[in-house]
């Protein structure tokens, strides 16, 4: 394990969480300054998160950033952080959706602004956190926090239907969560008292219990993610929550779960991973199909991206769950395509569907609705705003050159190894989400302009644009070149799928 | 036995901390006499201190100590001087938080300082016991104390209505306890817990009449908790007694109460954890699910706490039947965290209500983030402390109770009780809900109370989470009670 020379992991976590205490303490008296903090602490997270990139060591699957320190001693609970090339690029998404989301909402909200600032700076502390920890309960202190302050942010300031929402999101996320925790008591008990994750893997337990355990982390994961039947509290949430709140749950909260079935359900449990895949595949592709049409009948745009993302995080499961299938087909290769194209398709997503949500989110602070009938025409007033829509529209629907493209190919070229029909159904998405997407672009953006307040549309600020282009720039980069971010993810992919073979 | 044994000097020191607060108890009643004070100023300081000092003699006198007194009918020990500690601290919690309201409602009597202080010292007596005497007499002391503090406020039906049937109910809690004792003192021919555990250990003839005695005896105790199916006094207890007596108890009490099991049960009759286990599953379970989704519907909030109460009872006896040592530390941890938690939680009701004003209603809470952001956010960490989300004392609570649990082999009873805490979600949310989410009807209570009662409230809240950020001292504290 690589050791840190200065604890960058504790810095990421610690610096925004006290960023928003001292946000806090300002308060709404002391707005201005209270924003220009929360925006200072959030672009010295992202800056100081780009260590991490240029500090990685590639090539090899240790744990890097390493920290270790006891917390409750007692208890055999240790602070212990570290990151390997799974959860590097996640924390570096983390950091730089939050400055994104900062800047995106400058001025936009009115109402407690100081609170709002400091539930996003304390959010950031705390997935970065759930990215690196290295102790079970360490991540299940982090992994469940993170309610707390979603539920103020989509409750405070969120939609009309905004209570009904947050209450169904907590419950939803809180019963799937606390699954995993009598998992996790469980685990500890067979690995001898020990918390470290790296140690629950390789345990020798009966398929008996890996069902049980697996079906505990499958509710605790898949309802973030969220898979299909579960994923009911996802429309209602995005379509109540401000817009940055819809950009952080879209763009990392869905992520937490997908990267809960690589560190946990995969490696821990493998032989359950492998005995249950059937099940898993026969969700995912519920997700990409099902939810694809679900998502053609919206007529609320945020509940339209709400939809697809749970399609395109159907692909991440798949990703993930379809290598068993492969490697009884080809013997081994393969798989590797699969994993990294559901962790492609996890980075890619976060950009997109931010995008997309904030896209949705300039629209929303000019009309005042989401409903697509209301617009038409919108192109004529916003031709910069009209490009940068077509564009992530595009990237969404998993055009070629876009980050959208990389992710679903790679998985559905490694599912045609698996089964020319698991990778048919797949395939469907590029219709489907070419469908739901391009009509929305079409009924929002082109034909006429027909009523007046659209007419009256001013095209994007510079702020806006700032954040659209930066947003553009890594959709087209991760579309065109994503070499590098494969590059750091393989040799921990490579790592991961030999603990998955050991355990069979 | 010779005389001179018989009448052996009994080494008072190990019972300093309850002869103190006895004599401390009398002062007080003897300053308030002569006093003027309208306020009764001195009584309330007095009676501060009393519980401070007696703290600090039981850690002095007590920590580390395993010893009896009293020809072996009085015990003092590591779990006894947690367990009194906690108490007198809880006692302390309590008067500070209670000043005020009950000079309002012209409650604020000597008798309430006296009585209060003769509770505690009832719990202090039980959770000392190593006797069937001492423990009965522990336990009588405080519910008898308890019974006349619930009708306190004598010109409110609802109080008396109370107190009547917490008596009622209580005296019949006592005489299931008693009669269990009978059975025990007939099978074994004495009162001594350590002869009755060895008896027990070795039992073969009268094995029958031995167990019916352990089943009134659970019986009684699980009254004294109030677990479901044996709660029906809870929610109109809470809700009729002023809310100074129910955080009284609310906090103390089960703490006792914990103390109460672990020597009668836990410690007396080790030897059939096989038996009195599966009584315990039996309740943990009730408690769990039944009593707990009542409280989705309650829109009192003392009402509300109160089913939510057998929740937390639930996962108390889990660590409890679970066994020693992880269990019962599972246990006592639960206890005081919970009951510190819930102090605090009632404190911010005490701190709403005013003159004429009982702010019970869940809607008081509408919109109290605008009227005071600190003190909601004090009610946010408690709510979530007690829905059990790390990062605040409940989690490590409900953890080591899972923990444990599963060490046992009731993993399926662990799942319950998470399912359980997904329930209790629900209605502690409702709470963080209103406070951060709605706005007033109307102005809305308005936090009242001196500057040493918001101090101390504030104080009490960010303890809660201090402990879930830094557990580790107090769960080595619990641990170390019973480390063999």
């Known amino acids: ?504 | 036995m010779t005389t001179a044994e018989a009448f052996e000097i009994p080494d008072l020191m190990l019972a300093l901390p309850e002869i103190w607060l006895l004599g401390m108890a009398c002062l007080v009643l003897v300053v308030d006499l002569f006093s003027k004070d309208r306020d009764h100023t001195p009584a309330y300081w007095l009676t501060q201190f009393a519980l401070i000092s007696t703290a600090v003699i039981a850690v002095s006198t007590q920590w580390g100590v395993d010893a009896t007194t009293f020809s072996g009918t009085y015990v003092a020990d590591a779990l006894g001087t947690i367990l009194k500690v906690s108490v007198l601290l809880l006692g302390f919690l309590g008067f500070a938080y209670s000043r005020d309201y009950m000079r309002e409602r012209g409650l604020l009597t000597g008798e309430y300082y006296i009585l209060s202080l003769f509770a505690v010292l009832g719990m202090l007596v039980t959770v000392s016991a190593h006797n069937l005497l001492t423990l009965y007499l522990g336990v009588e002391l405080m519910s008898l104390c308890l019974y006349a503090l619930v009708a306190m406020d004598r010109d409110s039906p609802r109080a008396s209505e109370a107190a009547m049937k917490y008596f009622v109910l209580g005296a019949l809690a006592s005489g299931m306890l008693l009669y269990g004792m009978s059975m025990l003192y007939g099978t074994t021919g004495s009162l001594d817990l350590a002869t009755i555990r060895e008896a027990a250990a070795t039992l073969e003839e009268n094995r029958v009449l031995f167990l019916f005695g352990l089943v009134f005896m659970v019986v009684g105790v699980a009254f004294k908790f109030g677990a479901v199916p044996f709660h029906m006094w809870v929610p109109d207890v809470y809700h009729g007694a002023p809310t100074p007596v129910t955080l009284m108890i609310a906090t103390g009490s089960k703490v006792a109460a914990v103390g109460l099991f672990l020597r009668l049960i836990g410690e007396g009759l080790e030897p059939l954890i096989a038996d009195w286990q599966q009584m315990m599953v039996i309740l943990a379970v009730l408690s769990l699910i039944v009593g707990n989704t009542v409280a989705l519907v309650q829109t009192n909030i003392k009402r509300m706490l109160a089913y939510s109460t057998f929740n937390h009872m639930g996962f108390i006896f889990m660590g409890l039947l679970a066994g020693a040592p992880g269990g019962y530390g599972a246990a006592v941890f639960y206890a005081v965290t919970y009951a510190v938690t819930v102090a605090a939680a009632f404190g911010v009701v005490l701190l709403l209500s005013r003159r004429d004003f009982e702010a019970d209603q869940l809607e008081d809470f509408k919109g109290l983030n605008e009227r005071s952001p600190l003190f909601a956010f004090v009610m946010l960490l408690l709510m979530i402390s007690l829905t059990g989300i790390p990062g605040t004392v409940g989690f490590y609570a409900k953890w080591l109770v899972l923990k444990a649990t599963v060490e046992a082999g009731f993993v399926w009873l662990a799942v319950l009780a998470v399912v359980g805490a997904v329930i209790g979600a629900f209605y502690y949310l409702r709470i963080v809900r209103l406070m951060y989410f709605d706005k007033p009807e109307g102005r809305g209570p308005q936090p009242s109370g001196s500057g040493g009662f918001r101090a101390v409230l504030a104080a009490n809240g960010f303890a809660v989470l201090a402990l879930g950020l830094f557990p580790g001292a107090l769960v080595a504290i619990c641990m170390a009670a019973f480390a063999p």
Request: proline share 4%; with cysteine; aromatic share 14%.
């Open chain 1, 1 to 504: 394990m690589l050791e840190s020379s200065w604890p960058l992991l504790s810095l990421l976590i610690w610096l925004p969480i006290i960023g928003g205490v001292v946000v806090l303490a300002l308060g709404d008296e002391r707005e201005s300054q209270a924003r220009l903090v929360a925006l200072a602490t959030a672009a010295l997270t992202f800056l100081f998160s780009l260590g991490l990139i240029t500090g990685f060591a590639p090539g090899t699957a240790a744990m890097q950033f390493v920290e270790l320190r006891p917390w409750v001693d007692t208890l055999n609970v240790n602070y212990h952080l570290g990151v390997d090339g799974i959860s590097m690029p996640l924390v570096v998404l983390t950091t730089f959706s939050t400055l994104l989301v900062l800047i995106a909402s400058w001025r936009r909200v009115t109402e407690k602004p100081a609170m709002f600032q400091a539930c996003f700076l304390m959010l950031n502390g705390i997935m970065v956190g759930v990215f690196s920890a290295l102790d079970a309960i360490l991540f299940y202190v982090f992994f469940e926090v993170m309610l707390v302050p979603m539920f103020l942010l989509i409750g405070i300031w969120g939609g009309a239907n905004r209570i009904y929402a947050t209450i169904k999101f907590f419950l939803y996320t809180f019963i799937g969560s606390v699954m995993m925790l009598v998992a996790l008591v469980y685990l500890q008990f067979q690995a001898g008292g020990s918390f470290h994750i790296l140690d629950f893997y390789g345990l020798d337990l009966p398929l008996n219990a890996q069902i049980w355990l697996f079906m505990a982390f499958l509710m605790a994961f898949a309802i973030k993610v969220p898979m299909w039947p579960v994923h009911t509290w996802l429309p209602d949430a995005h379509v109540q929550a401000p817009t940055g709140g819809s950009v952080i749950l879209a763009a990392i909260m869905l992520k937490i779960g997908g990267y809960g079935f690589v560190r946990f359900s995969l490696p821990v449990v493998p032989e359950a991973s492998m005995t249950l895949d059937w099940l898993m595949i026969t969700l995912s592709l519920i997700a990409v199909v099902y939810i694809g049409f679900v998502a053609m009948m919206q007529q609320d745009m945020k509940k339209l991206i709400a939809y697809s993302s749970i399609a395109h995080m159907g692909f991440v499961t798949l990703g993930f769950f379809v290598i068993f299938a492969i490697a009884d087909r080809t013997g081994g290769s393969g798989m590797l395509l699969a994993l990294e194209g559901g962790m492609v398709q996890m980075i890619s997503h976060g950009f997109i569907s931010a995008a997309m949500f904030l896209c949705v989110g300039v629209l929303y602070d000019r009309m005042h609705t989401r409903d697509m009938d209301r617009y038409g025409g919108v192109a004529h007033r916003m031709p910069i705003f009209a490009g940068f829509f077509v564009l992530f529209a595009m990237a969404n629907a998993g055009l070629p050159g876009t980050s959208g493209f990389v992710g679903e190919f790679m998985v559905i070229l490694a599912a045609f190894q698996a089964n020319f029909w698991y990778a048919f159904a797949a395939a469907t998405t590029l219709i489907l989400g070419a469908a739901y997407t391009l009509w929305m672009v079409r009924r929002v953006l082109y034909g006429d302009v027909t009523s007046k307040e659209v007419d009256s549309l001013q095209d994007v600020d510079r702020r806006e644009l700032i954040v659209l282009g930066v947003l553009a720039a890594a959709v087209l980069w991760l579309g065109v070149y994503p070499g590098p971010l494969i590059e750091i993810m393989e040799p921990s992919l490579e790592n991961l799928l030999e603990i998955v073979a050991a355990g069979l």
